[in-house]
């Protein structure tokens, strides 16, 4: 039983609970309202408060959101397009041509050798790092001086 009292108290904490509570006297008589209504119609109005509510909290998130798409869109139209994408991209087809065969053939090499048959027992895999960081060095030292200048 105790099991049982542990899970209960958990999801009491975790999980939020909404309580309804009455207006006090004084509110309602400086809104001009009687306290006092038959049982009718104070579970009309009550009915009645309670889709107005619902109403006006669906129309307050919608403004939301369209403020926050609104934003969303003006700073999107702020910000410069990144150069260093197409200048990577350059360095790579212009001086590091080179690097760049070599790391798209030792990728053949690996594909081609994945397909064997026994691929996942062998003691050596080849891998393309070598290649990697010599393609990335050359590039990076072909962008960098010229990418910082253009950020200044």
């Known amino acids: 039983m105790a099991l ?19 207006e006090p006297e004084s509110q309602a008589s400086e ?3 009687s306290t006092e209504q038959p049982a009718d119609k104070a579970g009309e109005a009550e009915e009645a408060d309670a889709e107005d509510g619902a109403e006006a909290a669906e129309e307050t998130e919608e403004a939301e959101e369209e403020e926050e798409e609104e934003e969303e869109e003006d700073d999107e139209d702020d910000e ?20 760049k065969h070599h790391f798209e053939e030792c990728q053949a090499r690996v594909m081609k050798e994945m397909e064997e048959p026994g691929y996942d027992d062998k003691e050596y895999k ?5 290649e990697f960081f ?14 910082f ?3 200044k």
């Open 4 to 22: 049982a009292e542990l899970w209960s108290d958990l999801v009491d904490t975790l999980l939020p609970t909404a309580s309804a509570e009455e």
């Open 31 to 33: 809104v001009g309202e």
């Open 80 to 99: 410069p397009e990144d150069p260093a994408p197409a200048m990577r991209e350059a360095a790579a087809e212009g001086v590091c041509h080179e690097f």
């Open 126 to 130: 080849e891998d393309c790092v070598e």
């Open 134 to 147: 010599h393609l990335n060095h050359c590039i990076d030292q072909q962008v960098a001086p010229v990418l």
């Open 149 to 151: 200048s253009k950020l």
